[in-house]
Protein backbone atom coordinates (compact mmCIF):
# COMPACT_ATOMS: atom_id res chain seq x y z
CA UNK A 1 0.00 0.00 0.00
CA UNK A 2 1.37 3.63 -1.10
CA UNK A 3 0.81 6.71 1.15
CA UNK A 4 -0.65 9.26 -0.62
CA UNK A 5 2.25 12.58 -1.13
CA UNK A 6 0.44 14.86 1.01
CA UNK A 7 0.37 11.41 4.20
CA UNK A 8 3.85 11.11 3.23
CA UNK A 9 5.28 14.35 3.84
CA UNK A 10 3.26 14.90 7.22
CA UNK A 11 4.50 11.39 8.34
CA UNK A 12 8.34 12.63 7.29
CA UNK A 13 7.65 15.85 9.32
CA UNK A 14 7.00 13.65 12.26
CA UNK A 15 10.36 11.70 11.70
CA UNK A 16 11.83 15.03 11.58
CA UNK A 17 10.12 16.11 14.79
CA UNK A 18 10.59 13.10 16.18
CA UNK A 19 14.70 13.26 15.98
CA UNK A 20 13.96 16.68 17.36
CA UNK A 21 12.50 16.12 20.57
CA UNK A 22 14.43 13.20 20.84
CA UNK A 23 17.83 14.89 20.67
CA UNK A 24 16.26 17.92 22.85
CA UNK A 25 15.67 15.28 25.23
CA UNK A 26 19.24 13.65 25.38
CA UNK A 27 20.58 16.83 26.14
CA UNK A 28 17.79 17.46 28.53
CA UNK A 29 16.01 14.83 29.71
CA UNK A 30 12.65 17.15 30.80
CA UNK A 31 12.58 19.84 27.71
CA UNK A 32 11.13 17.94 25.29
CA UNK A 33 8.02 17.18 27.86
CA UNK A 34 8.01 20.83 29.30
CA UNK A 35 8.02 21.68 25.20
CA UNK A 36 4.72 19.45 24.37
CA UNK A 37 3.16 20.15 27.24
CA UNK A 38 3.52 24.34 27.08
CA UNK A 39 2.34 23.40 22.92
CA UNK A 40 -0.84 21.19 24.06
CA UNK A 41 -4.23 23.18 23.01
CA UNK A 42 -5.55 25.30 25.44
CA UNK A 43 -5.30 23.32 28.92
CA UNK A 44 -8.48 22.00 30.57
CA UNK A 45 -9.00 23.38 33.83
CA UNK A 46 -7.22 21.69 37.01
CA UNK A 47 -5.37 19.04 35.41
CA UNK A 48 -3.63 19.81 32.09
CA UNK A 49 -2.57 23.37 34.16
CA UNK A 50 -1.59 21.09 36.70
CA UNK A 51 0.82 18.88 34.20
CA UNK A 52 2.03 22.10 32.41
CA UNK A 53 3.19 23.49 36.04
CA UNK A 54 4.93 20.03 37.20
CA UNK A 55 6.65 19.62 33.34
CA UNK A 56 8.01 22.92 33.64
CA UNK A 57 9.25 22.52 37.16
CA UNK A 58 11.09 19.56 36.54
CA UNK A 59 12.29 20.64 33.54
CA UNK A 60 14.05 23.68 35.48
CA UNK A 61 15.35 21.76 38.38
CA UNK A 62 16.92 19.40 35.85
CA UNK A 63 18.76 22.46 34.15
CA UNK A 64 19.70 23.24 37.73
CA UNK A 65 20.86 19.73 38.90
CA UNK A 66 22.37 19.35 36.01
CA UNK A 67 24.95 22.33 36.59
CA UNK A 68 26.07 20.42 39.79
CA UNK A 69 29.32 18.31 40.51
CA UNK A 70 27.49 15.43 42.45
CA UNK A 71 25.35 15.18 39.64
CA UNK A 72 26.18 11.52 37.60
CA UNK A 73 26.71 11.14 34.54
CA UNK A 74 23.78 10.85 31.75
CA UNK A 75 25.66 7.92 30.57
CA UNK A 76 25.17 5.49 33.76
CA UNK A 77 22.36 3.56 33.68
CA UNK A 78 20.06 5.36 35.38
CA UNK A 79 21.09 8.63 33.58
CA UNK A 80 20.55 7.13 29.98
CA UNK A 81 17.48 4.39 30.79
CA UNK A 82 15.46 7.34 31.79
CA UNK A 83 16.58 9.73 28.89
CA UNK A 84 15.64 6.76 26.58
CA UNK A 85 12.13 6.14 28.16
CA UNK A 86 11.27 10.07 27.56
CA UNK A 87 12.09 10.03 24.26
CA UNK A 88 10.24 7.44 23.32
CA UNK A 89 7.19 8.60 25.23
CA UNK A 90 7.75 12.35 23.41
CA UNK A 91 7.95 10.52 20.27
CA UNK A 92 5.25 8.60 20.58
CA UNK A 93 3.16 12.16 21.44
CA UNK A 94 4.57 13.40 18.59
CA UNK A 95 3.31 10.99 16.44
CA UNK A 96 -0.18 10.84 18.11
CA UNK A 97 -0.51 14.67 18.08
CA UNK A 98 0.23 14.78 14.35
CA UNK A 99 -2.37 11.74 13.89
CA UNK A 100 0.12 9.11 12.41
CA UNK A 101 1.56 5.75 13.16
CA UNK A 102 3.82 6.03 16.28
CA UNK A 103 6.20 3.17 15.95
CA UNK A 104 8.55 4.65 13.77
CA UNK A 105 8.61 7.91 15.63
CA UNK A 106 8.91 6.27 18.66
CA UNK A 107 12.28 4.49 17.51
CA UNK A 108 13.45 8.00 15.73
CA UNK A 109 12.98 9.55 19.00
CA UNK A 110 15.02 7.17 21.14
CA UNK A 111 17.72 6.75 18.70
CA UNK A 112 18.19 10.37 18.67
CA UNK A 113 18.31 10.33 22.63
CA UNK A 114 20.69 7.93 22.71
CA UNK A 115 22.87 9.96 20.20
CA UNK A 116 22.32 13.24 21.95
CA UNK A 117 23.35 11.54 25.08
CA UNK A 118 26.35 10.40 23.62
CA UNK A 119 26.96 13.67 22.11
CA UNK A 120 26.29 16.01 25.15
CA UNK A 121 28.19 13.97 27.23
CA UNK A 122 31.23 14.63 24.30
CA UNK A 123 30.36 18.27 24.47
CA UNK A 124 31.01 18.72 28.44
CA UNK A 125 34.35 17.24 28.08
CA UNK A 126 35.17 19.54 25.33
CA UNK A 127 34.17 21.96 27.38
CA UNK A 128 35.77 20.62 30.55
CA UNK A 129 37.76 24.44 31.41
CA UNK A 130 34.45 26.37 31.22
CA UNK A 131 32.02 24.26 32.30
CA UNK A 132 29.22 26.87 32.90
CA UNK A 133 29.58 27.98 29.90
CA UNK A 134 29.14 24.67 28.02
CA UNK A 135 26.14 23.50 30.05
CA UNK A 136 24.64 27.10 29.33
CA UNK A 137 24.87 26.45 25.70
CA UNK A 138 23.63 22.98 26.01
CA UNK A 139 20.69 24.18 27.79
CA UNK A 140 19.95 26.62 25.10
CA UNK A 141 20.52 24.04 22.61
CA UNK A 142 17.85 21.26 24.06
CA UNK A 143 15.06 24.48 24.58
CA UNK A 144 15.79 25.21 20.74
CA UNK A 145 15.14 21.78 19.34
CA UNK A 146 12.17 21.00 22.25
CA UNK A 147 10.53 23.96 20.95
CA UNK A 148 11.14 23.11 16.85
CA UNK A 149 9.98 19.46 17.14
CA UNK A 150 6.86 21.22 18.68
CA UNK A 151 5.50 24.41 16.95
CA UNK A 152 4.22 24.66 13.76
Known sequence: MTRSPGRRDRHSETLVRAALIGAATGLRSQYGVAALSLTAGRPRPAARSWLRRAALTAATAEGVADKLPSTPSRLAPRGLLPRLGVGALTGAALARRHGGPVTAPV???????????????GWRRLTRSHPAAGALAEDSTAAVLAWAACVR
Open 107 to 121: AVATASALTFSLAGA
